[in-house]
């Protein structure tokens, strides 16, 4: 079972990204999915959470209107979409499912 990342990178302040998460192992599609992050001396957050079917998700204060996750089961990949990216938004992003999480991938926004 495992969860592999990808997508982090350096953007400007109001950029964007698009996180990739692929899962392998298990049967992805039974399982609800979520976004976590970390900033350097700062506890771990849930950033978004996405229901099996794709259909309910859930969305931090700070981020909501601004990140969107999705899924596609056919491809065993849940998505976070970064859109207008604040300094704060700095962090390693994880994803986590079914008792598994995923190596990270840092996300870094500077001028």
């Known amino acids: 079972v495992q969860l592999v990342e990808s997508g982090g990178g350096v953007v400007q302040p109001g950029g964007s990204l698009r996180l990739s998460c692929v899962a392998s192992?298990?049967?992805?599609?039974?399982?609800?999915m979520r976004w976590y992050r970390q900033a350097p001396g700062k506890e771990r957050e849930l950033v978004a959470c996405?229901?099996?079917?794709?259909?309910?998700?859930n969305y931090a204060d700070s981020v909501k209107g601004r990140f969107t996750i999705s899924r596609d089961n056919a491809k065993n990949t849940v998505y976070l979409d970064m859109n207008s990216l604040k300094s704060e938004d700095t962090a390693v992003y994880s994803c986590?499912?079914?008792?598994?999480w995923g190596q990270g991938t840092q996300v870094t926004v500077s001028s």
């Open positions: 986590n499912g079914f008792n598994t």
């Open positions: 192992g298990v049967t992805f599609r039974i399982f609800a």
């Open positions: 996405v229901d099996s079917f794709g259909g309910i998700k």
